[in-house]
């Protein structure tokens, strides 16, 4: 499973710095659109999804539908995050390496995540 990227790999502080900031208790995770591989980063303590990864001021609620900014489609239910994820959301090193993220985390070495 190392060639996707974990949560305890998400630089919290790049994103505080990129004006990231939410509640204050933030969680992030990544998932992918499965439609079309738009990545996005979701701060599951509160539901809120970072849509664009160059103006982290571009938000979407999961609390309501959720339609992909890219393809359009309604996201499937179902956990998109965390140990109950399905596959078809994770988001592999290599494509977080050329999607506009590719800042949002860093490969822990010696833990065999790196890419
Ligand atoms: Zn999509």
Redesign the pocket.
């Given at each position: 499973m190392s060639r996707y990227v974990p949560e305890t790999a998400i630089d919290h502080d790049a994103i505080f710095r990129r004006g990231g900031e939410n509640c204050g208790d933030e969680d992030f995770a990544l998932f992918k659109?499965p439609?079309?591989?738009?990545i996005y980063l979701m701060d599951y303590e509160v539901d809120t999804v970072y849509l664009d990864g160059a103006d982290l001021s571009k938000r979407g609620d999961l609390n309501v539908s959720f339609f992909?900014v890219?393809?359009k489609?309604e996201m499937p239910p179902g956990p998109c995050v965390g140990t109950r994820a399905k596959e078809e959301f994770m988001v592999t090193w290599q494509e977080l390496k050329t999607s506009p993220w590719s800042w949002a985390a860093k490969p822990l070495s010696g833990f065999g995540d790196e890419a």
């Open positions: 659109c439609t079309c591989g738009h992909c890219s393809c489609k």
